[in-house]
């Protein structure tokens, strides 16, 4: 599946473009409603092929980073545009606590960094059903060097202690009979893992089950511009 994935993301994406055309043109209610369900459809189907091919590219040791400059504004800006719609449609608070002292700019692997975060997100969105999802980023500066810390808390289903553990295996789900209707193919949290060892570093989980999960990490960035990142 992961050597077809480029010829299965083709298709997937006319299917998604031409959906977005019926709903910028049609003024119909009904057709509007399949054609917002179909490419709803489309973008679960591109996000399993995606994290199918992540694992894949892990799995055979051709996934590398790919350091360029960026600035965390627009990365964390383009997270929470995504991310802010989908805890919407739940009507969950998300809330981005961002220290504004830290550095505005850095040199590494933003992607890397973004699909982390991402599915983080959108795990604690897909697990929580009132309430809040949180992001937390500060950071400890040493030289020309950043250590991030990242945070992101949940008041969500929360994970069983003898569940924790199996949280990295691929494919793998936890407590399937109360996440039976929640989609997804269990490759999440193990990209997550893989890209952070990549990185130098690794998740920690604390979780209460029924009472919320809380997952963080910390990574270290070159920075190139020292200016506060602000509000």
């Known amino acids: 599946l992961a050597r077809m994935s480029h010829e299965i993301r083709t298709p997937i994406n006319a299917i998604f473009g031409m959906n977005e055309m019926i709903l910028r043109e ?11 369900d179909a490419k709803d459809a489309s973008e679960i189907l591109l996000s399993i092929i995606n994290e199918i091919l992540d694992s894949s590219k892990i799995e055979s040791g051709m ?4 350091p360029v400059n960026y600035k965390l504004g627009s990365l ?3 997270i929470y545009n995504m991310m802010n719609v989908r805890a919407k449609e739940k009507k969950l608070d998300l809330i981005f606590d961002i220290n ?9 692997d933003d992607k890397c960094i973004r699909q982390i975060l991402i599915n983080l997100l959108n795990n ?31 008041t969500g289903i929360g994970i069983k202690p003898e569940d924790i553990g199996k949280i990295y295996d691929e494919f793998k789900r936890i407590d399937t009979g109360r996440n039976r209707n929640v989609e997804g ?3 999440g949290m193990n990209i997550v893992q893989q890209f952070l060892k990549l990185m130098g570093s690794e998740l920690r989980i604390e979780s209460e089950y ?22």
Do not use: W
């Open 185 to 187: 193919t269990g490759l």
């Open 124 to 154: 604690a969105v897909k697990y929580t059903h009132k309430g809040q999802v949180i992001l937390k980023i500060t950071c400890d500066m040493d030289g020309d060097t950043a250590n991030l810390h990242c945070m992101v808390k949940d």
């Open 100 to 108: 504004p002292e830290i550095p505005k700019e850095y040199f590494g």
């Open 63 to 66: 996934m590398e980073l790919v």
């Open 26 to 36: 049609s003024k119909e209610p009904a057709i509007r409603k399949y054609a917002s």
């Open 210 to 231: 029924e009472k919320g999960s809380e997952f963080s990490f910390d990574i270290k960035q070159k920075v190139v511009n020292k200016e506060p990142l602000g509000d």
């Open 76 to 78: 964390l800006n383009d």
